[in-house]
């Protein structure tokens, strides 16, 4: 299922970045002994490869005559024509090519086409592979919420905060507040058994998991190495025409 409008924007609004926000000290480039650089945090890394999506994504739609920059139609049924050609042109066009159905049940679909798909395919080198493993890893803790909500003790201990939290002159509030739900919490035992549990269940998803979580850091390097390759080859031969020096 592609996304509605406001949907598309959001995901638009995300790719459209201004530029990479990595460490100031580890800014991605070649440094002089000609090794790329990486960023030293996770986040930086993060910013790197989306940047470097951002960068694949744009060369593709431009060559398609299509740009991510333009203003939205203002049209609230997202059926102007500049709006279909570039949501096909950015996530792909007719039946899904993939789909992968999890643990908890959902089914998430993608397509092969596209130009998301082609800088995965750039950065990553196997798209499908890619699409597969990272929908498992970030899935992950909500198959560890399913398996603590089928425990005995942990439905049980739900069961009671649902009574402790319900006022007696009525029904259960759609939000109880805050400080009864905390209170409610520890009085009957689903705090304590959520500590416990969460980390526990998480663990042992991760260790169901593992070879998609290998894949996942697999083609992430890979895609990191490729992000940093990008950013090079776009800001050196800048750098250096100007006479400076890159770290």
């Known amino acids: 299922m592609k ?29 002089p ?15 790197l490869i989306d940047t470097a999506q951002q960068v694949l994504v744009e060369r593709c739609l431009a060559g398609r005559g299509l740009t991510l920059r333009h203003a939205p139609s203002g049209r609230r049924d997202g059926s102007s024509e500049r709006d279909r050609r570039l949501q096909a042109a950015l996530f792909g066009a007719g039946r899904s090519e993939l789909s992968v159905t999890l643990a908890t049940g959902y089914t998430v679909t993608g397509h092969t086409d ?33 398996r603590m909500d089928r425990d005995p003790g942990y439905h049980a201990a739900r069961a009671r905060w649902t009574r402790c939290v319900t006022p007696s002159d009525g029904p259960r509030p759609e939000r109880p507040d805050p400080a009864v739900s905390a209170r409610c919490a520890r009085a009957s035992g689903l705090a304590r058994l959520r500590a416990r549990l969460e980390p526990a269940l998480l663990n042992r998803v991760r260790a169901d998991r593992r070879d998609q979580l290998t894949t996942y850091q697999r083609l992430r390097t890979r895609a990191l190495q490729r992000a940093a390759a990008l950013y090079a080859a776009r800001t050196v031969p800048v750098n250096r025409k100007k006479g400076s020096t890159t770290s």
Not at 33 to 47: N, Q
Not at 133 to 145: D, F, G, K, M
Request: charged share 20%; with cysteine.
């Open 114 to 146: 596209g130009c998301l798909a082609a800088a995965q395919r750039e950065l990553y080198g196997d798209q499908p592979l890619w699409f597969r493993s990272r929908v498992v890893v970030n899935n992950l803790r909500a198959e560890a919420q399913q």
């Open 3 to 31: 996304p509605t409008t406001p949907v598309l924007l959001a995901l638009l609004g995300a790719l459209t970045l201004t530029g990479c926000a990595t460490d100031a000290t580890t800014a991605p480039g070649e440094d």
């Open 33 to 47: 002994r000609g090794a790329l650089s990486l960023p030293a945090t996770e986040r930086g890394k993060d910013d």
